[in-house]
């Protein structure tokens, strides 16, 4: 189906543990986005790319780590799970030049 | 301090009333963009804005860049209205800042 998929929808995992959380867009768009939401926060930004190969850190980078070696994936990764990163996670893309984006329906994540 | 203020932060209203939600923002931006969040979690798009006005079916968006302001407005609300409506701006440095959210509820 067309769209952008996030998997997986529910995560529970331990402290210390390495998570990945996949995102997947079918719209060949250049710009790929991972946000966390946490109550009292709103989204916030923790990187971006704007193409293959091409990632920069957002607001709250620290503690996750991302790739993106095609441009329909942009794959999350928590090296070391913190109970911090407990939150929603929301991946969306954007086409280049536009600032609409298009959000994923989100994972929600629980460190334990 | 947030670079994008919503308000209110809450607002419950009867079925049939006009809803105004504020945005402020204190950066230069390029464009803004009104998002909706259903209770399910999902976040769709609503509007996105660089200036004046545009509408929607019962939904309004306005901006004014000189004041740093922007509106939303639903006319002749309805139940499946509720949701947190979402502000967020790029700024002119490419930065992208979110407000909390303003939860709606319209009840019948």
């Known amino acids: 189906d067309a769209g952008i998929t996030q998997s997986p929808r529910y995560k529970i995992t331990e402290t210390g543990r390495q998570v990945t959380l996949m995102c997947h867009q079918t719209?060949?768009?250049?710009?790929m986005f991972w946000y966390r939401q946490d109550l009292g926060h709103g989204l916030r930004l923790i990187y971006y790319?704007?193409?293959?190969?091409?990632?920069d850190k957002g607001e709250v980078p620290d503690g996750y780590v991302v790739s993106r070696s095609k441009t329909e994936n942009f794959p999350l990764t928590l090296e070391s799970a913190t109970r911090s990163q407990t939150s929603v996670y929301f991946c969306?893309?954007?086409?280049?030049?536009?600032?609409?984006?298009?959000f994923g329906p989100g994972t929600r994540l629980t460190v334990l | 301090k947030n670079e994008v203020e919503q308000s209110p932060q809450n607002l419950t209203a009867q079925e049939g009333e006009f809803i105004t939600i504020n945005c402020s923002y204190s950066?230069?931006?390029?464009?803004l963009h009104w998002l909706q969040q259903h209770p399910g979690g999902g976040i769709v798009s609503l509007f996105m804005?660089?200036?004046g006005k545009k509408k929607h079916g019962r939904l309004i968006a306005t901006i004014n860049i000189q004041e740093k302001h922007s509106s939303l407005h639903i006319t002749a609300s309805h139940p499946r209205d509720s949701a947190v409506y979402i502000c967020?701006?790029?700024?002119?440095?490419?930065?992208?800042?979110f407000g909390t959210g303003t939860s709606l509820t319209v009840i019948p």
């Open positions: 804005l660089s200036s």
């Open positions: 790319s704007a193409a293959a190969d091409i990632t």
């Open positions: 969306a893309s954007s086409e280049v030049g536009v600032f609409e984006q298009f």
């Open positions: 950066v230069g931006i390029s464009a």
């Open positions: 967020a701006v790029r700024s002119a440095g490419n930065q992208f800042y």
């Open positions: 719209w060949s768009h250049s710009y």
